[in-house]
């Protein structure tokens, strides 16, 4: 793997761990709250959705870690599959909650993705 894609593979798995942090524990926090626009009701009613919705993320950033450190061609086949996975649920975060998500999640895992398949 390239050093470019290995990079981007890793920068994918930190990006969902923060997720997974923000949603899992940080839920209810002011200045999260403020990023997301929701108020502290919204935020106590809706923080077990949350904490779940952060638990995927940790699963999609440890299938990356997995493809990261795993030699080829498991590795390969898990960064791809992984990288894919972001993607389209970054599409799917994009067309039904907000357009940040395509820039956030769509754009360096799909940039992830090329890079993999081309240093393949």
């Given at each position: 793997m390239?050093?470019?894609?290995?990079?981007?593979?890793?920068?994918?798995?930190?990006?969902?761990?923060?997720?997974?942090?923000?949603e899992?524990?940080?839920?209810t926090?002011?200045r999260?709250?403020?990023?997301?626009g929701?108020t502290?009701?919204?935020?106590?009613?809706?923080k077990?959705?949350?904490?779940?919705?952060?638990?995927?993320?940790?699963?999609?950033?440890a299938?990356l870690?997995w493809?990261?450190?795993a030699?080829d061609?498991?590795?390969?086949?898990?960064?791809v599959?992984f990288?894919?996975?972001?993607?389209?649920?970054?599409?799917?975060?994009?067309?039904?909650?907000?357009?940040k998500?395509l820039?956030?999640q769509?754009v360096p895992?799909a940039?992830?993705?090329?890079?993999?398949l081309l240093a393949?």
């Amino acid at each position: 793997m390239s050093i470019a894609a290995a990079v981007l593979v890793w920068l994918n798995a930190c990006v969902h761990l923060l997720i997974m942090g923000v949603e899992m524990f940080l839920w209810t926090v002011p200045r999260v709250r403020g990023s997301f626009g929701t108020t502290a009701e919204f935020a106590e009613r809706t923080k077990t959705l949350a904490a779940n919705q952060g638990l995927y993320n940790g699963f999609l950033a440890a299938g990356l870690i997995w493809g990261a450190l795993a030699s080829d061609p498991v590795g390969f086949q898990a960064r791809v599959f992984f990288l894919a996975c972001v993607a389209l649920a970054g599409l799917y975060g994009a067309a039904t909650s907000s357009r940040k998500i395509l820039f956030v999640q769509t754009v360096p895992a799909a940039a992830g993705l090329a890079l993999v398949l081309l240093a393949h």
